[in-house]
């Protein structure tokens, strides 16, 4: 994996609009850019996978892009935010990285 594939940053935990079951993070702009300029191989509806950090929790998911926001999201799962005390609102501390 090469350095420009690894992120590190802080952003906003957000309700998703259509069901305010599902939280996500939105990446900064730069990051999102950055992605989205790389040859990351893309799944369905345009995801890409990452391996993803934030406290002493670690999995995989993909990010999904957002038109809205012109940027992609990172879905947060319950168990990460209970297991982290993360709640609406919250900016966690975010290690991303692509997975090729």
Same mark, same amino acid.
């Given at each position: 994996?090469?350095?420009?594939?690894?992120?590190?940053?802080?952003?906003?935990?957000?309700?998703?609009?259509?069901?305010?079951?599902?939280?996500?993070?939105?990446?900064?702009?730069?990051?999102?850019?950055?992605?989205?300029?790389?040859?990351?191989?893309? /799944? /369905?509806?345009?995801?890409?996978?990452?391996?993803?950090?934030?406290?002493?929790?670690?999995?995989?998911?993909?990010?999904?892009?957002?038109?809205?926001?012109?940027?992609?999201?990172?879905?947060?799962?319950?168990?990460?935010?209970?297991?982290?005390?993360?709640?609406? /609102?919250?900016?966690?501390?975010?290690?991303?990285?692509?997975?090729?």
């Amino acid at each position: 994996m090469n350095a420009n594939s690894d992120f590190t940053f802080t952003a906003e935990i957000f309700l998703w609009e259509a069901n305010s079951a599902w939280h996500f993070i939105a990446l900064p702009h730069d990051i999102a850019d950055e992605i989205e300029d790389s040859p990351t191989l893309r /799944g /369905g509806f345009g995801s890409v996978k990452v391996n993803v950090a934030i406290g002493s929790s670690k999995w995989s998911t993909s990010i999904f892009p957002d038109t809205k926001r012109k940027t992609f999201v990172l879905p947060l799962k319950k168990s990460i935010r209970e297991k982290e005390a993360l709640t609406v /609102g919250d900016r966690p501390l975010v290690q991303l990285a692509l997975v090729n």
